[in-house]
């Protein structure tokens, strides 16, 4: 009796344990036979983003850059950065956290697509086919990021209307500007963090970046417990600032 | 055209530039690849021409690339070729397509009917605009003097020109050619609002120049500079202090706030506002109590003995320095180890430490505690600056001025290089009146202190019979004007720049149009340049676009490389052949003379700011700061920047605000001497608690429907408008900070503001 109540109280216990674990957001690669589980195909090119956050100083440039580049309304956002305070003063530290579609291997947003709308390449890019997309806003409510978003344009003037994501009432979110990084480029937001802090490539590529800072520093993603697998990865920062549920599109108005 | 067929095009124009051996690859990294007329992927139509230029979004003027597709400009990126900003630009160099393509733009000239302010105009066309500001004439029942009119009289100093931001070439052009020629003195600047007490400390101290190199500071004393927000060359510093911290450095940050800039410091340490002097000079007793200095060296360098200066900060201990400040004299012994033993070290500063009654003093405080810990050695670095080379002779006139650039007489101990945020009050006060008053890029109504009492002045056309705004947008100050000329952005315009890069090669850098001026927008240079020939001033040249042709090509180095040619192509040229050289300095004048005339303490001493001593408990004293995605009062047309960035909400500590009953989020009423204001209260761990921060971003009431929410006489419908969602657009803080300066400099007190708060 007393040993099977013991036990009771440990599963309880454990249960509790990885609750805490779940919510603090926050699973720390750090061994390598996980780093070797993510290799599941080499010869295929995966793409991801690192954002190193000792370096990020929520400039915002990121922001502003995806906004020119992909012609996003206002009201929308494909990337922005979140900032949280932690400890009291006078210690108190303020982290800044770049947020964007996290281009997720299981990416939920896509089998809630009723009209199969959303898609993910070979290379793990996962975009929106415009033509396909009702509105239906499931995605929007399956991402657990708030990275979806739908425009909110009446009618957008002539000098916008070609961006994708000016089309009227359809979802739209980051494509790692896809138009950019097929012809070579790397994407808005990268090209132009001012201390480098966002890092673009190919994670089977050796020589990238990416492929070296996922191998030699310890990281984390965004909210682990939903099982997206996402391919944003964050080097640095505290955990109590990954509790950051639906809020790339999270305003007011 | 369909979307699928767009796709297609767009890859078909994506493929034809992959194949030609990628000219955009941000690996290659350099400019120097792509070709004239260059034209690579597009969104839209799968074509991009790409233009070099510079940023002007704020005064770092970062070297850019502009992206054009048919004509209109779509993107700007950092230009790679720069050793400033690397290829780098931040969010509101992103943003200067909004400048462009602001709904509230000024397209054409506009003439005043009604009353000063009363938001009615006539729209005219040039020739009636220029006719009017030559020979002046009628504006609403009143005779106003042109240019000529006051020339011709013998009066042209009655001719004020007052300009707020003004760089490269443009300055060159209007002041030391255009009024030079034309014959006034009466120019006024933005200085007195920006860093004169700053830029007074370093002429006092003389030869103050680094020894070292700033990137191989090992450590950084930072007082209230939020050069990682916002700062002065804020990119290329953004990217040597990320390279300086992977070396090693390290950066600690004394400020009020936890400013972005404390926050990626190694520490903060809260200083209660107007009080980093007492936190200097006790950084200084420690060095030189605990023998931590180079006598001979110390010695060497300045005009002050080791003997006199001890006797002198005897009694500045870290303990006295505690009871002022509030930073733990422990705190402040540890951190005085620290900067002497590690070397190279570096204070820096800015005007959270110097917009204060007591900033001279202050910053001379900054170079005597570096003195002392031997980061001033005898010897001082110099660097190569760009050596343009001007085809044209000055017209080296002596111009007479007005005599309300200083202050009243006896107000400032040093009002040298012109108190400005003070003209409106002598104006009003005094007998000088101008004639005509010409306010360029600037926006004194809103940008001083005492924003009520500048538009009273502004509006009076007995005090200011004839304004003339030069704008490209109606600000506050332009809402008042009698005539306003439509100016081209700075991406409609050609410059010459130049700026030093960290290794201290002279980069040279032009701005030219990325697009043509829209609608009926001009660059005044051009307009001067018009009005210098109907005047037969003789300027030697008669646009910016054949000054900077011509300077190009006739600049050594860059005339070898293809002169004008070379640069529109490249926007850069870099003179590597620049050698620095260390010279010996001139003694730093840690005494100075010229303060003990004036009845200050000739070596930095404490100055206790008057109105803090007589504070009560209930308080706090009112700061203001810049954010990262604003510059001051004039990006907020910018509809990407002002969509993150449009409340000014109130910084106030946890536990100041926990006694006062406000919570997050409350609406709170703000009360200084001349008035009172009303925000949301940002509740926050990173504040002091004597303090309450706001920025000096947001609450225009002009400036257009991004800025104020209000569309201007001038708006045009465009494709986001519909979409903007927030309704709060703040309210101004300088309304409530009294338009006054420091006594030594005439410098704004911007931090010494003692206010009342309460939850409404």
Same mark, same amino acid.
């Given at each position: 009796?007393?040993?099977?109540?013991?036990?009771?109280?440990?599963?309880?216990?454990?249960?509790?344990?990885? +609750?805490?674990?779940?919510?603090?957001?926050?699973?720390?690669?750090?061994?390598?036979?996980?780093?070797?589980?993510?290799?599941?195909?080499?010869?295929?090119?995966?793409?991801?983003?690192?954002?190193?956050?000792?370096?990020?100083?929520?400039?915002?440039?990121?922001?502003?850059?995806?906004?020119?580049?992909?012609?996003?309304?206002?009201?929308?956002?494909?990337?922005?950065?979140?900032?949280?305070?932690?400890?009291?003063?006078?210690?108190?530290?303020?982290?800044?956290?770049?947020?964007?579609?996290?281009?997720?291997?299981?990416?939920?947003?896509?089998?809630?697509?009723?009209?199969?709308?959303?898609?993910?390449?070979?290379?793990?890019? &996962?975009?929106?086919?415009?033509?396909?997309?009702?509105?239906?806003?499931?995605?929007?409510?399956?991402?657990?990021?708030?990275?979806?978003?739908?425009?909110?344009?009446?009618?957008?003037?002539?000098?916008?209307?070609?961006? %994708?994501?000016?089309?009227?009432?359809?979802? *739209?979110?980051?494509?790692?500007?896809?138009?950019?990084?097929?012809?070579?480029?790397?994407?808005?937001?990268?090209?132009?963090?001012? %201390?480098?802090?966002?890092?673009?490539? *190919?994670?089977? *590529?050796?020589?990238?970046?990416?492929?070296?800072?996922?191998?030699?520093?310890?990281?984390?993603?965004?909210?682990?417990?939903?099982?997206?697998?996402?391919?944003?990865?964050?080097?640095?920062?505290?955990?109590?600032?990954?509790?950051?549920?639906?809020?790339?599109?999270?305003?007011?108005? | 055209?369909?979307?699928?067929?767009?796709?297609?095009?767009?890859?078909?124009?994506?493929?034809?530039?992959?194949?030609?051996?990628?000219?955009?690859?941000?690996?290659?990294?350099?400019?120097?690849?792509?070709?004239?007329?260059?034209?690579?992927?597009?969104?839209?139509?799968?074509?991009?021409?790409?233009?070099?230029?510079?940023?002007?979004?704020?005064?770092?003027?970062?070297?850019?690339?502009?992206?054009?597709?048919?004509?209109?400009?779509?993107?700007?990126?950092?230009?790679?070729?720069?050793?400033?900003?690397?290829?780098?630009?931040?969010?509101?160099?992103?943003?200067?397509?909004?400048? /462009?393509?602001?709904?509230?733009?000024?397209?054409?000239?506009?003439?005043?009917?009604?009353?000063?302010?009363?938001?009615?105009?006539?729209?005219?066309?040039?020739?009636?605009?220029?006719?009017?500001?030559?020979?002046?004439?009628?504006?609403?029942?009143?005779?106003?003097?042109?240019?000529?009119?006051?020339?011709?009289?013998? /009066? %042209?100093?009655?001719?004020?020109?007052?300009?707020?931001?003004?760089?490269?070439?443009?300055?060159?052009?209007?002041?030391?050619?255009?009024?030079?020629?034309?014959?006034? !003195?009466?120019?006024?600047?933005?200085?007195?609002?920006?860093?004169?007490?700053?830029?007074?400390?370093?002429?006092?101290?003389?030869?103050?120049?680094?020894?070292?190199?700033?990137?191989?500071?090992? /450590?950084?004393?930072?007082?209230?500079?939020?050069?990682?927000?916002?700062?002065?060359?804020?990119? %290329?510093?953004?990217?040597?202090?990320?390279?300086?911290?992977?070396?090693? #450095?390290?950066?600690?940050?004394?400020?009020?706030?936890?400013?972005?800039?404390?926050?990626?410091?190694?520490?903060?340490?809260? &200083?209660?506002?107007?009080?980093?002097?007492?936190?200097?000079?006790?950084?200084?007793?420690?060095?030189?109590?605990?023998?931590?200095?180079?006598?001979?060296?110390?010695?060497?360098?300045?005009?002050?003995?080791?003997?006199?200066?001890?006797?002198?900060?005897?009694?500045?201990?870290?303990?006295? #320095?505690?009871?002022?400040?509030?930073?733990?004299?422990?705190?402040?012994?540890?951190?005085?180890?620290?900067?002497?033993?590690?070397?190279?070290?570096?204070?820096?500063?800015?005007?959270?430490?110097?917009?204060?009654?007591?900033?001279?003093?202050?910053?001379?405080?900054?170079?005597?505690?570096? !003195?002392?810990?031997?980061?001033?050695?005898?010897?001082?670095?110099?660097?190569?600056?760009?050596?343009?080379?001007?085809?044209?002779?000055?017209?080296?006139?002596?111009?007479?001025?007005?005599?309300?650039?200083?202050?009243?007489?006896?107000?400032?101990?040093?009002?040298?290089?012109?108190?400005?945020?003070?003209?409106?009050?002598?104006?009003?006060?005094?007998?000088?009146?101008?004639?005509?008053?010409?306010?360029?890029?600037?926006?004194?109504?809103?940008?001083?202190?005492?924003?009520?009492?500048?538009?009273?002045?502004?509006?009076?056309?007995?005090?200011?019979?004839?304004?003339?705004?030069?704008?490209?947008?109606?600000?506050?100050?332009?809402?008042?004007?009698?005539?306003?000329?439509?100016?081209?952005?700075?991406?409609?315009?050609? +410059?010459?720049?130049?700026?030093?890069?960290?290794?201290?090669?002279?980069?040279?850098?032009?701005?030219?149009?990325?697009?043509?001026?829209?609608?009926?927008?001009?660059?005044?240079?051009? &307009?001067?340049?018009?009005?210098?020939?109907?005047?037969?001033?003789?300027?030697?040249?008669?646009?910016?676009?054949?000054?900077?042709?011509?300077?190009?090509?006739?600049?050594?180095?860059?005339?070898?490389?293809?002169?004008?040619?070379?640069?529109?192509?490249?926007?850069?040229?870099?003179?590597?052949?620049?050698?620095?050289?260390?010279?010996?300095?001139?003694?730093?004048?840690?005494?100075?003379?010229?303060?003990?005339?004036?009845?200050?303490?000739?070596?930095?001493?404490?100055?206790?700011?008057?109105?803090?001593?007589?504070?009560?408990?209930?308080?706090?004293?009112?700061?203001?700061?810049? &954010?990262?995605?604003?510059?001051?009062?004039?990006?907020?047309?910018?509809?990407?920047?002002?969509?993150?960035?449009?409340?000014?909400?109130?910084?106030?500590?946890?536990?100041?605000?926990?006694?006062?009953?406000?919570?997050?989020?409350?609406?709170?009423?703000?009360?200084?001497?001349?008035?009172?204001?009303? +925000?949301?209260?940002?509740?926050?761990?990173?504040?002091?608690?004597?303090?309450?921060?706001?920025?000096?971003? #947001?609450?225009?009431?002009?400036?257009?429907?991004?800025?104020?929410?209000?569309?201007?006489?001038?708006?045009?419908?465009?494709?986001?408008?519909?979409?903007?969602?927030?309704?709060?657009?703040?309210?101004?803080?300088?309304?409530?900070?009294?338009?006054?300066?420091?006594?030594?400099?005439?410098?704004?007190?911007?931090?010494?503001?003692?206010?009342?708060?309460?939850?409404?």
């Amino acid at each position: 009796m007393e040993s099977k109540k013991f036990s009771r109280k440990s599963s309880v216990l454990k249960i509790f344990a990885w +609750t805490i674990a779940g919510i603090s957001g926050l699973v720390l690669f750090r061994n390598r036979s996980f780093i070797n589980q993510l290799l599941i195909n080499p010869k295929k090119k995966r793409l991801a983003m690192v954002m190193d956050l000792d370096k990020c100083i929520g400039c915002n440039a990121c922001t502003v850059a995806c906004k020119a580049e992909n012609g996003v309304a206002l009201g929308g956002f494909r990337t922005r950065v979140l900032e949280k305070e932690v400890n009291e003063y006078p210690d108190t530290e303020r982290y800044f956290l770049p947020m964007m579609c996290n281009h997720c291997k299981d990416a939920p947003c896509i089998p809630a697509c009723l009209n199969k709308a959303i898609f993910q390449r070979e290379d793990g890019l &996962v975009d929106i086919n415009k033509d396909k997309c009702k509105a239906f806003q499931l995605c929007i409510k399956a991402c657990p990021y708030g990275a979806i978003y739908i425009n909110p344009d009446a009618d957008p003037s002539p000098e916008v209307k070609d961006y %994708p994501s000016r089309v009227i009432a359809k979802a *739209d979110k980051c494509n790692f500007c896809q138009h950019r990084i097929d012809v070579g480029l790397e994407p808005a937001c990268s090209n132009t963090c001012p %201390p480098d802090a966002r890092i673009f490539g *190919d994670l089977e *590529d050796e020589n990238s970046k990416v492929y070296k800072i996922v191998r030699t520093g310890s990281l984390s993603g965004l909210l682990q417990e939903e099982g997206t697998r996402p391919q944003v990865f964050y080097k640095g920062g505290k955990k109590e600032i990954f509790r950051v549920k639906k809020t790339i599109n999270e305003y007011e108005g | 055209m369909d979307r699928r067929e767009f796709v297609k095009i767009a890859s078909i124009g994506s493929a034809v530039i992959y194949q030609d051996k990628n000219l955009y690859a941000q690996e290659s990294n350099k400019i120097e690849k792509l070709k004239e007329g260059n034209e690579g992927y597009s969104i839209s139509n799968g074509k991009r021409k790409l233009i070099p230029s510079a940023c002007w979004q704020c005064v770092s003027r970062c070297a850019i690339l502009g992206y054009v597709e048919n004509i209109r400009l779509v993107k700007i990126e950092g230009n790679p070729s720069s050793l400033r900003n690397e290829g780098k630009i931040c969010a509101k160099g992103q943003a200067g397509i909004n400048q /462009i393509y602001n709904p509230d733009r000024i397209l054409y000239p506009l003439k005043r009917l009604g009353e000063r302010g009363s938001g009615k105009w006539e729209k005219i066309s040039w020739d009636v605009a220029k006719d009017l500001l030559l020979n002046g004439g009628e504006i609403e029942g009143s005779e106003v003097k042109g240019l000529k009119s006051l020339r011709d009289e013998g /009066i %042209p100093e009655k001719f004020i020109f007052h300009y707020g931001r003004m760089v490269g070439t443009d300055y060159l052009i209007n002041v030391n050619y255009f009024l030079n020629a034309y014959g006034t !003195a009466s120019i006024g600047n933005h200085d007195s609002i920006c860093l004169k007490a700053g830029s007074i400390a370093q002429m006092l101290a003389g030869d103050v120049g680094r020894s070292n190199r700033f990137d191989d500071a090992k /450590i950084l004393l930072n007082f209230g500079r939020s050069l990682i927000d916002a700062g002065l060359d804020h990119i %290329p510093y953004i990217r040597r202090i990320a390279k300086m911290k992977e070396n090693g #450095a390290k950066l600690i940050t004394f400020d009020v706030r936890l400013s972005n800039t404390a926050a990626k410091s190694d520490e903060w340490v809260p &200083v209660k506002p107007g009080t980093d002097l007492a936190v200097l000079l006790a950084l200084c007793n420690v060095l030189l109590e605990e023998n931590l200095y180079d006598k001979n060296q110390f010695e060497a360098s300045t005009n002050v003995s080791i003997d006199e200066l001890k006797e002198h900060l005897q009694n500045y201990t870290p303990e006295w #320095a505690e009871e002022i400040s509030g930073v733990p004299s422990q705190k402040i012994k540890s951190i005085a180890l620290e900067y002497s033993k590690t070397k190279p070290g570096i204070c820096i500063s800015f005007r959270g430490a110097f917009m204060h009654h007591n900033g001279v003093q202050t910053q001379r405080a900054i170079y005597m505690l570096d !003195a002392i810990a031997g980061n001033i050695d005898p010897e001082k670095r110099v660097e190569q600056r760009t050596k343009w080379k001007y085809p044209f002779p000055f017209p080296n006139k002596k111009n007479g001025r007005l005599d309300l650039f200083a202050g009243k007489k006896d107000q400032y101990a040093m009002p040298d290089g012109g108190v400005s945020h003070q003209i409106v009050n002598m104006i009003d006060k005094g007998k000088n009146k101008p004639e005509l008053y010409m306010v360029y890029c600037h926006n004194p109504v809103y940008s001083n202190g005492n924003c009520e009492e500048n538009a009273r002045v502004y509006k009076d056309t007995k005090k200011i019979p004839f304004l003339v705004s030069v704008d490209v947008a109606l600000s506050e100050t332009t809402e008042l004007a009698d005539l306003v000329l439509p100016d081209a952005t700075y991406l409609e315009r050609w +410059t010459c720049e130049g700026k030093q890069t960290p290794d201290g090669i002279p980069e040279y850098y032009i701005r030219q149009p990325v697009s043509k001026p829209l609608g009926e927008s001009k660059n005044f240079i051009d &307009v001067a340049c018009d009005i210098a020939e109907t005047l037969n001033l003789n300027l030697g040249f008669s646009s910016a676009e054949e000054f900077v042709k011509a300077t190009c090509n006739n600049t050594s180095g860059i005339k070898e490389a293809g002169g004008f040619e070379y640069m529109k192509k490249h926007g850069i040229w870099h003179d590597h052949s620049a050698k620095v050289t260390f010279e010996k300095r001139s003694k730093i004048e840690l005494k100075s003379k010229r303060l003990q005339e004036e009845g200050f303490s000739p070596i930095p001493a404490w100055m206790p700011i008057p109105k803090h001593d007589k504070m009560n408990s209930n308080e706090l004293i009112l700061t203001t700061f810049k &954010v990262n995605v604003q510059t001051h009062s004039r990006t907020q047309n910018c509809k990407w920047l002002t969509e993150l960035y449009h409340e000014n909400p109130a910084w106030i500590n946890t536990k100041t605000a926990k006694k006062k009953g406000i919570e997050n989020g409350d609406w709170i009423k703000i009360k200084s001497e001349i008035g009172e204001m009303i +925000t949301k209260a940002k509740v926050t761990q990173g504040i002091h608690p004597r303090a309450i921060a706001i920025s000096n971003h #947001a609450g225009h009431w002009a400036w257009g429907k991004y800025a104020s929410g209000k569309e201007s006489f001038v708006h045009l419908p465009e494709s986001d408008i519909e979409n903007k969602w927030w309704k709060d657009n703040g309210n101004h803080v300088n309304k409530i900070i009294p338009n006054v300066g420091d006594p030594i400099a005439g410098s704004m007190c911007w931090n010494d503001t003692v206010v009342q708060v309460e939850k409404i």
